[in-house]
């Protein structure tokens, strides 16, 4: 999940907090695809923060594992 203790750390605002939260749950949490998860948050007003997820959703060096939406309903996976 979202590492939201490391994150409170960096003092990120709660705005930033909660941008980056959303973005995350839209990504890992949705049922969308990656490309339409990127598409959904590039319409959406982002914080710096999600403008750097986003371009590093885009640029991946590695490629990304998501759960199955099916995982993470049953699991519980997901953030507070």
Same mark, same amino acid.
């Given at each position: 999940?979202? @590492? #939201? #203790?490391?994150?409170?750390?960096r @003092?990120?605002? +709660?705005?930033?907090l909660?941008?980056?939260? @959303?973005?995350?749950?839209t990504?890992?949490?949705?049922?969308l *695809?990656?490309?339409?998860?990127?598409a959904?948050l590039?319409?959406s *007003?982002?914080?710096t923060e #999600?403008e750097?997820?986003v371009?590093?959703?885009k640029?991946?060096? +590695?490629?990304?594992? +998501?759960?199955?939406?099916r995982v993470? #309903?049953d699991s519980?996976l997901?953030?507070?």
């Open positions: 999940g979202l @590492n #939201v #203790v490391g994150l409170r750390r @003092n990120l605002g +709660r705005e930033a909660s941008a980056i939260k @959303n973005a995350y749950k990504v890992f949490l949705s049922s *695809t990656l490309q339409q998860a990127i959904e590039e319409k *007003t982002m914080t #999600v750097h997820f371009t590093f959703l640029k991946p060096s +590695r490629g990304l594992c +998501r759960p199955s939406l993470a #309903v519980g997901g953030i507070d």
